[in-house]
């Protein structure tokens, strides 16, 4: 098992482009969320799936889009980069679809936005 | 507003040293996690905890949380150089249900 993939690794944008971050994960999980990390922060979650068709969000969702069309993938789409946008985000799954169930992460996509 | 403060979030020590971590929060939650970070990679689970005053050991590393279900904490015993990464304490909040995590703490460990 691949477990959690995420492409690309490293991005560079520009103020005002727009981008998909790809997350796949191959262990059938049904839950799926996507984080920010930020130093001093933690990890911040922006929006979360519980199965496909179903999305909602997190606790910083603004200037993100994800949708769920299947189980394996989750994408997370970036509509008009900023600045502040600059972080490294990760994608996690777990099993049973409860939130204190094992996160799976994958290895995190570090984004720069000039 | 950040639910649950670490402490300290940095420590720098020498090998063979003890160390604790604390994970506090004014809430009461229904679980709390343990994650270790190395650099370029995601977290990976080290430990849940459930029940209030509960106490598990993973070889040197023990970890605690608190009887009221509002804290924790992470002991290293004779720290070793493998120890070093960033900790993350994450927990589910009773009245949200959804994992939130620590701010972290980077822990060095010098040989």
């Known amino acids: 098992n691949a477990g959690v993939t995420q492409t690309p690794k490293f991005q560079v944008l520009k103020t005002g482009q727009s981008m998909t971050l790809q997350c796949a994960q191959d262990m059938n999980h049904e839950y799926m969320s996507w984080y920010r990390q930020d130093p001093g922060m933690g990890l911040r979650l922006i929006h979360y799936s519980v199965g496909a068709g179903i999305t909602d969000q997190g606790e910083v969702p603004n200037g993100y889009n994800v949708s769920r069309s299947t189980t394996e993938d989750f994408p997370l789409r970036l509509l008009s980069a900023a600045p502040s946008q600059t972080s490294v985000y990760f994608c996690?799954?777990?099993?049973?679809?409860?939130?204190?169930?094992?996160?799976?992460f994958g290895p995190g996509t570090r984004l720069t936005v000039l | 507003t950040q639910l649950l403060e670490q402490s300290p979030q940095f420590l720098s020590i020498q090998e063979g040293e003890n160390l604790t971590v604390y994970c506090n929060s004014s809430s009461v939650f229904s679980s709390l996690q343990w994650y270790r970070q190395e650099p370029g990679e995601g977290p990976v689970l080290l430990v849940t905890?459930?029940?209030?005053?509960e106490v598990k050991k993973l070889k040197r590393l023990t970890f605690q949380f608190g009887d009221a279900r509002k804290d924790s904490s992470l002991h290293i015993t004779a720290a070793q150089p493998g120890d070093t990464g960033l900790y993350l304490c994450?927990?589910?909040?009773?009245?949200?249900?959804?994992?939130?995590f620590g701010q972290g703490t980077t822990l060095q460990v010098k040989p």
């Open positions: 994450a927990g589910v909040p009773r009245n949200t249900g959804k994992l939130i």
């Open positions: 996690a799954s777990n099993r049973a679809g409860r939130s204190r169930d094992e996160q799976f």
């Open positions: 905890v459930v029940t209030g005053g």
